[in-house]
C-alpha cells in the first residue's frame, strides 16, 4: 500500500492497481473526561441529532467518530465493517473515550482535529 502510494506521489503518471484505495490517515485525539467528569464533552461533539458531528466532517471533509469506554450505550453492541465489508465487533471499547479522525488527505485531517480540540477546552457555565 505504502509503495504504491509513494510511486503515485513520485510519477503522476503511475496507475495504480485496480483494487488500490489510497491509504487513511488516522488520528485519536483523547477526550480528558477524568479531569472534567461532570462536562458533557460527548453531547458538545455529537450536538443535537448529530448535527454538529456531520457540520465539522462536511466542512473538514473527514470521518469523526467516538470511540473507547462510554461511547456506546450500555446493551448495544457495536459494529463496524471492515474492507471486505464482513460485519465485525469493535474491540476499542477497552481504550479510553476518545475521538478517531479518518481523512484522505492531511490538511483534512488537520482542520478536523482542530475543530475537535477547540470542543475539548471546557467553558465556564457562569459566563
Not at 485496480?18 to 461532570?38: A, G, M, N, V
Not at 478517531?100 to 478536523?112: E, F, N
Request: proline fraction near 8%; charged fraction near 30%.
Amino acid at each position: 500500500q505504502e509503495l504504491i502510494d509513494k510511486a503515485i506521489k513520485l510519477n503522476p503518471l503511475f496507475k495504480p492497481p485496480p483494487d488500490h484505495r489510497p491509504q487513511k490517515l488516522e488520528k485519536k485525539i483523547y477526550i480528558p473526561i477524568k479531569e472534567f467528569p461532570t462536562y458533557n464533552f460527548f453531547g458538545l461533539i455529537v450536538g443535537p441529532r448529530g448535527n454538529t458531528q456531520k457540520k465539522m466532517e462536511k466542512e473538514s471533509g473527514a470521518k469523526i467518530v467516538i470511540r473507547g469506554r462510554g461511547s456506546v450505550k450500555e446493551g448495544k453492541k457495536p459494529h463496524s465493517f471492515d474492507q471486505k465489508g464482513i460485519v465485525s465487533s469493535i474491540s476499542s471499547d477497552d481504550d479510553d473515550l476518545h475521538v478517531l479522525i479518518v481523512a484522505d488527505t492531511q490538511q483534512s485531517l488537520d482542520k478536523a482535529a482542530e475543530m475537535i480540540q477547540a470542543l475539548l477546552v471546557p467553558m465556564d457555565e457562569t459566563q
